[in-house]
């Protein structure tokens, strides 16, 4: 929809229907929006490809209410990430097709301008989690990456304490084209795979651990110090950052990176 109305307007001034002083007042709420407590980016999917996303955690339910409703009206997909029932609650309010995915804590509204790519340009990304404490996190970083059009395919429970559950899924792994890996306790499942695969790896430590992994600082510290090349990090419980970055590497790879 934010791409249709733009579209309609810079048409209507072409062929002389509106005027320059009319379709500036009609695109001024477009760069951003002013709440108050925030200022919404709606140009962030024509800038990026993908629209802002709502970090919930420390915003009040009436916050992350506001923020989404705003960003819903555009008609862009809406992603809020960290998000508790009681931030759910407050958005159904006023979006009422909003879904919550209670494991990975995301609050999703399916856009009017979906960000879906044809079939043969749709990356393809591999999610996996070394334990089944990781899936939170992991789920967070495929949903992620299949609300900006890629297919995911996620694998669960492949940590290095039994490699072999790792190797059943070798096919699946070379037909992907980026892979996310999600690990909390010594992290060391990045290293592992980045050894065996072709891919770009994008390592996400959790606070998965006991008392000495420092709530996922020591797995943190194990992908930094990984000795496999072509590893990418992002920060403790990051499984949004890390859909974001396989979604835009996977879609160069596609040449389908412009915003559509």
Known sequence: MLLQRLRQVLERVQSGELGVEDALRQLRSLPFEELGFAKVDHHRLLRRGFPEAVYCLHKTPEQVQKIVAAMAQTGVTVLATKASPAHFDAVRQVVPQARYHDLARLIVVEGEEPTRLPPERQPHIAVLCAGTADLPIAEEAALTAECAGCQVSRLADVGVAGIHRLLEHR??????????????????????VAGLMWQPVIAVPTSVGYGASFHGLSALLTMLNACAPGIAVVNIDNGFGAGYLAALIGRMAKGAIAPR
């Not at 792994?173 to 499942?189: F, K, P, S, T, Y």
């Open 171 to 192: 096919e699946t792994l070379e037909r992907a084209d980026v892979l996310v890996v999600v690990a909390g306790m010594e992290g060391a499942l990045p290293s592992v």
